[in-house]
């Protein structure tokens, strides 16, 4: 009987997916019933084995079997019957446990009374999400409403060359949606990074926290295109809309906005007024001047060098040439220089390249005051170039409320605010652009980096290896940050392997010097210092800051700040939550400085 109620219990725990602790149960009820079943079949059936052998294999067969002695006290059958009645009654109850949600199981619903006193603690959604990735099952998929991602197109022409043109016209789609206030749209890095793949629509709307996903293909010969499109639910799985379009290609761009405005439409989503003006602001109606574009935003997207730089500008410089107002092609080409000026190492030189920026961000906005990517290369420029922080935040108000679902907008007045000093502006910045790119390594460093700053290192370290693992190359400008959350925590050994993956940048040598000092290896230390002082002269000064600082060399910490300030070193933007900085904080002159820096007073 025993051995008859535990194979039917193991096979119903195998179907309905129990956990193996219901079953132990089973086992433990029957091993403390046997000595009573025992004892009955002896009290009953002593002296006629032949016979009491085959009524077990009766009972066996059928439990319920009447018995002639039934009612007798001592009769062994029944007790048999009592314990796999109650051995299966366990079985029974489990199965009740796993679909009823009684301790709160993966099919239980999260709001029952029962499960209460058993729920886990609040999450937040980053949290959720990472557990969604890890376990898909665990729950309903409910994306945000009205959320979409625009998948890139595919290039149907037969030439690799034209990939660019699918790509663009896909990332003008995706920026035409964004500028709708109803729409969460997923950004372009996350979208793109399915490109190639054949992966199914709901597993990318998982991964993009999306409802519904727009995909299609392109194929153009000569000046003739053809595009097709279609809109998917991908919670249900139906096609919501699909249409195809011929057109002569100077009509590409009317192609754009009746797409993205017919999208809108079935996505039951409110439309901004005058939506088709709108999804066009800061564009073009040359056709050559938007190929010359589209092939400078395949390279902004590609890994920043000093060469792709440079290939880019000329591109937008083309772009501007064929249609002298195409406010876009300024906007990212003001970025592109901005960016440039990493590279340059005369001063003067880096003036000229921040005026040059400077000038194109002014002119897109004259162009088209409502483009939120201008605003915010103007915030940069204003903010990295000519230390002018007013002007900056006021642009960055005027960015995120024209581009409120522009990842690269939302990162960028992450970090300003988050260098400022205000994490409580910062954070929930940074944290949405990672709900609208989660699989965008630079939104995801970004949290990490300001999370750092607000001093909250655990989580720091999680989002920065995060990161790093949506893009390994992204080590050598991120291993530094790892290192110093390591040794805030007191993980000295921990930060010393971070910062040692990167020896050849110079963050990393500071991080080694004062890294290296608490670990006792101080001629180690010294060697960092000397081989910052070796390569950057006077313009590290703001870094040998840092490390006096750290070792306790105060009087000389607070000399290297002055001549930081001096010298309107661009590392003083850093002060008010650079931790490596914090054995000065008391000290007059230290304060002094730090109320000129965040008064706007360092200007080029």
Same mark, same amino acid.
């Given at each position: 009987m025993s051995w008859l109620t535990l194979e039917?219990?193991?096979?119903?725990? #195998?179907?309905?997916?129990?956990?193996?602790?219901?079953?132990?149960? !089973?086992? !433990?009820?029957?091993?403390v019933g046997f000595p009573f079943a025992l004892l009955g079949a002896w009290q009953g059936w002593f002296g006629a084995a032949a016979r009491a052998h085959a009524h077990a294999h009766a009972h066996a067969e059928s439990p319920a079997a009447p018995d002639k002695h039934e009612g007798h006290p001592h009769e062994g059958p029944w007790l048999a019957v009592i314990f796999g009645t109650v051995a299966l009654f366990a079985v029974a109850v489990a199965i009740g446990v796993r679909?009823?949600?009684?301790?709160?199981?993966?099919?239980?619903?999260?709001?029952?009374?029962?499960?209460?006193?058993?729920?886990?603690?609040?999450?937040?959604?980053?949290?959720?999400? #990472?557990?969604?990735?890890?376990?898909p099952v665990a729950a309903a998929f409910a994306p945000p409403a009205h959320s979409i991602a625009v998948l890139p197109f595919v290039n149907m022409s037969g030439d690799p060359q034209q990939e660019y043109f699918s790509d663009g016209l896909s990332e003008e789609l995706l920026n035409a949606l964004a500028r709708v206030k109803q729409l969460q749209v997923a950004a372009r890095t996350s979208s793109f990074s399915f490109k190639g793949e054949r992966q199914d629509i709901e597993e990318i709307a998982r991964k993009l926290n999306v409802g519904a996903v727009l995909e299609g293909s392109v194929r153009k010969a000569g000046n003739r295109v053809r595009i097709t499109a279609q809109l998917v639910n991908a919670v249900t799985g139906f096609h919501l809309w699909s249409q195809t379009y011929d057109r002569d290609l100077e009509d590409v761009f009317a192609i754009q906005t009746e797409i993205a405005t017919t999208v809108t439409g079935a996505l039951q989503a409110t439309l901004l007024e005058n939506t088709p003006a709108m999804a066009d602001v800061g564009g073009t109606q040359n056709p050559a001047a938007l190929d010359e574009y589209l092939q400078g935003v395949k390279l902004a997207n590609a890994t920043i060098t000093e060469e792709n730089l440079r290939v880019e500008i000329a591109a937008y410089t083309k772009a501007i040439d064929l249609d002298s107002r195409y406010a876009?092609?300024?906007?990212?080409r003001s970025v592109a220089l901005s960016n440039l000026s990493r590279f340059l190492d005369d001063e003067a030189r880096v003036r000229e390249t921040f005026d040059r920026s400077r000038a194109d961000t002014e002119t897109a #906005?004259?162009?088209?005051?409502?483009?939120?990517a201008a605003r915010r290369a103007l915030a940069a420029i204003l903010y990295l170039g000519f230390f002018d922080y007013a002007a900056a935040e006021a642009e960055y108000s005027r960015a995120l409320a024209l581009a409120p679902g522009d990842a690269g907008v939302l990162r960028s007045a992450a970090s300003f605010f988050s260098v400022r000093g205000r994490a409580a502006e910062a954070i929930p910045l940074a944290e949405h652009a990672v709900r609208l790119d989660p699989l965008n390594a630079r939104s995801v460093r970004m949290l990490g980096l300001v999370l750092l700053d607000a001093r909250r290192f655990d989580e720091s370290i999680s989002m920065l290896n995060r990161a790093l693992s949506l893009d390994p190359g992204l080590l050598q400008v991120t291993s530094t940050s790892l290192g110093l959350a390591h040794m805030w925590l007191g993980d000295n050994e921990a930060a010393?392997?971070?910062?040692?993956?990167?020896?050849e940048d110079w963050p990393s040598k500071i991080?080694?010097?004062? !890294?290296y000092h608490r670990l006792g290896r101080k001629p180690q230390a010294e060697a960092m210092l000397r081989a910052l002082t070796d390569t950057m002269g006077d313009s590290g000064a703001y870094q040998y800051a840092q490390i006096h600082a750290q070792w306790?060399?105060?009087?000389?910490?607070?000399e290297w700040l002055e001549t930081a300030y001096r010298l309107h070193d661009p590392g003083l933007f850093e002060m008010k939550p650079d931790a490596l900085l914090d054995p000065l904080r008391h000290e007059p002159r230290f304060q002094e400085i730090e109320r000129e820096v965040l008064a706007g007073h360092l200007r080029r």
């Open positions: 039917i219990g193991h096979t119903l725990f #195998l179907v309905f997916d129990l956990p193996h602790g219901g079953l132990q149960f !089973v086992f !433990v009820l029957l091993a679909f009823y949600g009684m301790g709160g199981g993966h099919g239980g619903s999260s709001h029952g009374s029962h499960g209460a006193a058993h729920a886990s603690p609040p999450q937040s959604a980053e949290s959720a999400n #990472l557990q969604e990735s890890a376990h876009k092609a300024y906007a990212a #906005l004259k162009l088209a005051p409502d483009l939120g010393r392997t971070a910062c040692e993956k990167s020896q991080c080694l010097a004062v !890294v306790g060399n105060t009087s000389k910490a607070l």
